[in-house]
């Protein structure tokens, strides 16, 4: 069963100040790992996607890594704007495509 | 505009009584989901449809039918509603099962009494 961890559960930082969130999966066989961030009472919204190791991909202050057992969403002088829900998910290889969500971090930034 | 829509958003029933969640989207997506998301256990997948009569069971299926007669349409079916099915329901879609960036719903905040 594909299981996925986040943490930490919540990070509050202040504006400029630098961090990373982390995401550890179990899957047999990694078809894709995605982030999504969340606005309170609202769906989720794509973020990224990565599919194999070592893979990075950039988005204004965010940038998603990925290793074998893990990901990280790292945060480069955060706004305050930048709080929200992150929320990562996995979906393994073959015959199943379901996708398993972690419980997400809540990220607050202070002004 | 490209958007997944759903209807009701806000649905407050009694135990027992059958009801429906509609689910649309208008960009020729091929892959389509529900998921509900409870405080402390996250988003959890409900059904997926990879394409037109193709569903399968996501991690909490039990209680929940869904069908797929439209590429567009995947509509949500509680036969028995309990309270425990109490949640937030969003609906998601994406080109395909292996291009699995998804577009979501607003959501549909479902009480069960």
């Known amino acids: 069963e594909d299981q996925v961890t986040q943490s930490p559960e919540a990070l509050r930082l202040q504006e400029g100040e630098s961090s990373s969130l982390n995401c550890s999966y179990t899957?047999?066989?990694?078809?894709?790992l995605f982030w999504y961030r969340q606005d309170p009472g609202k769906g989720p919204e794509f973020l990224f996607t990565?599919?194999?190791a070592g893979e990075e991909k950039e988005k204004e202050r965010l940038k998603a890594t990925l290793t074998k057992k893990e990901s990280f969403l790292h945060i480069t002088a955060p706004k305050p704007e930048d709080s929200a829900t992150y929320l990562c998910?996995?979906?393994?290889?073959?015959?199943?495509?379901?996708?398993?969500f972690g419980k997400g971090t809540l990220l607050t930034v202070n002004p | 505009e490209a958007q997944v829509t759903q209807n009701p958003r806000y649905l407050i029933t009694v135990t027992g009584k059958k009801l429906t969640v509609t689910c649309s989207q208008n960009?020729?997506?091929?892959?389509m989901s529900w998921y509900r998301q409870d405080p402390g256990l996250g988003l959890r997948q409900i059904y997926y449809?990879?394409?037109?009569?193709?569903?399968d069971k996501g991690d909490v299926p039990e209680g929940y039918k869904v069908s797929r007669k439209e590429k567009r349409n995947f509509p949500l079916i509680l036969e028995s509603p309990s309270p425990n099915q109490t949640s937030l329901y969003f609906c998601?879609?994406?080109?395909?099962?292996?291009?699995?960036?998804?577009?979501f719903g607003p959501g549909t905040r479902l009480t069960v009494l």
């Open positions: 990565l599919y194999s």
């Open positions: 960009m020729n997506h091929e892959y």
């Open positions: 998910a996995v979906q393994s290889g073959g015959s199943n495509y379901k996708l398993t």
């Open positions: 899957v047999s066989g990694l078809r894709g």
């Open positions: 449809s990879m394409n037109v009569e193709v569903t």
């Open positions: 998601a879609s994406s080109f395909g099962a292996t291009r699995n960036e998804q577009f």
